[in-house]
């Protein structure tokens, strides 16, 4: 597997696997299948209410504990100092781990200085390999890390072909910041897997849809998390390395950019504040 390196040194793969919106009851044989599939990353959160089918997966795959890159992610709800810490322990115990990869705070809402400087406390004390934010802006990412110790080593972003993220790209670039991407696959909207550029750009590779947004993502140096519950499809996603993509063809893929996100605004009010006021737990 391909591996990209944090700004603090840690190895992380390349690509990794996604469980938002797979049920509970459905994630452990997901996992177990991804796993077996050759995935060395697993992403969840505990907003997803599938952390200990995750655990129960890794626990039974026989793979050594550093064999596999493990992301989850802090609620809003819980963005104060004390609350991050509480709920950080949950988490690792539902995950049945010592220490996680990667712990992201999951949106930018709320009191995330003090969730921030949780999170700095956890990767001081090693529970923590990495840290980092899920859909910072530009201007918040970097607000964040003027006035606090630890540089965040990962921004995820919804960032696909028809909402592309140049600048954000640039600017965690330029950052040392890794980029990675949720939502590859715009979550299905704007019709992508019959895209006519898109298929005809697959249809010349003799691969598909899936696979080419996957390989652009990664071409451009964006870290991938792609979800399904198919062994078939798992196995699809995983296989974007024995073929690269042209300039021409990333040039007309990069033409198929809106600049805006295909499934929530977030500058719409009500949006922001049901984000930002969800609750996951009493």
Do not use: C
């Amino acid at each position: 597997m391909k591996e990209v390196r944090l700004n603090n040194g840690v190895m992380m793969p390349a690509l990794g696997f996604g469980v938002y919106q797979i049920p509970a009851e459905d994630t452990e044989r997901a996992v177990s299948e991804a796993l077996g599939t050759g995935y060395r990353m697993i992403d969840t959160a505990a907003s997803y209410f599938n952390e200990e089918q995750v655990g129960d997966a890794l626990r039974h795959s026989g793979l050594k504990r550093e064999e596999v890159f493990v992301t989850t992610k802090l609620w809003v709800q819980d963005y104060e100092y004390e609350d991050a810490l509480r709920a950080f322990d949950k988490s690792a115990r539902l995950l049945g781990l010592d220490y996680v990869d990667l712990y992201l705070l999951h949106k930018p809402y709320g009191n995330y200085y003090a969730a921030w400087r949780a999170a700095e406390r956890l990767y001081k004390e090693g529970r923590v390999k990495a840290i980092g934010v899920t859909s910072f802006s530009d201007e918040r990412l970097q607000d964040l890390f003027l006035h606090n110790e630890v540089k965040p080593a990962v921004n995820q972003l919804e960032t696909h072909p028809f909402f592309q993220q140049e600048a954000s790209n640039a600017f965690l670039s330029q950052e040392g910041i890794q980029h990675e991407a949720w939502a590859p696959f715009a979550e299905g909207k704007n019709d992508i897997w019959n895209n006519p550029v898109l298929k005809a750009i697959a249809g010349k590779h003799g691969r598909t849809v899936a696979q080419v947004v996957l390989r652009w993502l990664n071409q451009r140096g964006v870290v991938v998390i792609p979800k399904t519950v198919r062994r078939e499809r798992m196995a699809e996603n995983l296989d974007i390395f024995g073929f690269t993509l042209t300039g021409q063809e990333m040039q007309a893929i990069a033409g198929l950019d809106t600049g805006r996100s295909s499934i929530y605004d977030d500058t719409d009010l009500a949006t922001t504040k049901y984000i930002g006021t969800h609750r996951i737990h009493d």
